[in-house]
């Protein structure tokens, strides 16, 4: 029940395309939905987020979907690019005064020229 | 100032020297996190301090002992490690826990070689 369950594990995408990783939860105390993304030799930085009483949110080229009754949600990339590629993880946090997150497993993204 | 810091950014100990990494974070955050990242897997929460005072511990082996000397700064105190030790050691910090919008910010990591 703990478990956030990423896909795919890697993923190619010609640059402009469109990327899409998908997760998936079981645990409905999970209240707040962020996306990280990884650069090697980096920290993960919170690229987007969300609430699970929102059904979509956009920001730029990246917009989140969330579905709550089938406990999904993805991350969508517009017009890749190559500095998109990097490892891309999502993550549900429990609510309550742990702030403690649960991370996917991770999706490697690369675009190419 | 809206950036987690790290020291050292490498380190490389045997396994019977003494070393500490450091966090340092002037965002007025009240919580902080030491995770542990394997390559090519996500990271793993090892300890959370909130409002100073050690909240959540992951089970984490005693070799590794966390501190927070004030809401600003937190350590990680290691001894006697084992190669297996040997990872990316993130720090993280966000408002105090619970509530809205408590995202977490990484800082870049301490890459630790255990020999």
């Known amino acids: 029940q703990q478990q956030v369950k990423q896909s795919p594990q890697s993923l190619i995408v010609q640059k402009g395309g469109i990327s899409i990783i998908n997760c998936a939860y079981e645990n409905t105390a999970f209240d707040y939905f962020p996306w990280y993304q990884q650069f090697p030799g980096k920290g993960p930085a919170l690229l987007i987020a969300i609430r699970p009483d929102v059904s979509e949110k956009k920001e730029g080229r990246f917009t989140i979907s969330f579905n709550k009754s089938a406990k999904q949600f993805s991350l969508h990339i517009m017009d890749s690019q190559p500095g998109d590629s990097a490892t891309y993880f999502c993550a549900a946090r429990y609510g309550g005064a742990t702030n403690k997150l649960i991370f996917g497993t991770g999706t490697l993204l690369a675009v190419q020229p | 100032d809206t950036e987690v810091t790290q020291t050292p950014k490498h380190l490389v100990m045997g396994m019977t020297n003494k070393k500490s990494l450091k966090c340092e974070q002037h965002m007025g955050h009240r919580a902080m996190y030491w995770y542990k990242q394997k390559a090519k897997k996500p990271p793993e929460l090892m300890f959370v301090y909130s409002y100073e005072k050690l909240s959540i511990n992951e089970s984490v082996p005693s070799r590794f002992s966390p501190e927070c000397p004030n809401s600003s700064l937190l350590n990680l105190h290691l001894h006697a490690l084992q190669p297996e030790d040997s990872a990316l050691y993130l720090c993280?910090?966000?408002?105090?826990?619970?509530?809205?919008?408590?995202?977490?910010?990484f800082g870049p990591g301490t890459r630790l070689t255990v020999l």
């Open positions: 993280a910090s966000s408002q105090a826990s619970g509530g809205k919008g408590n995202v977490q910010f």
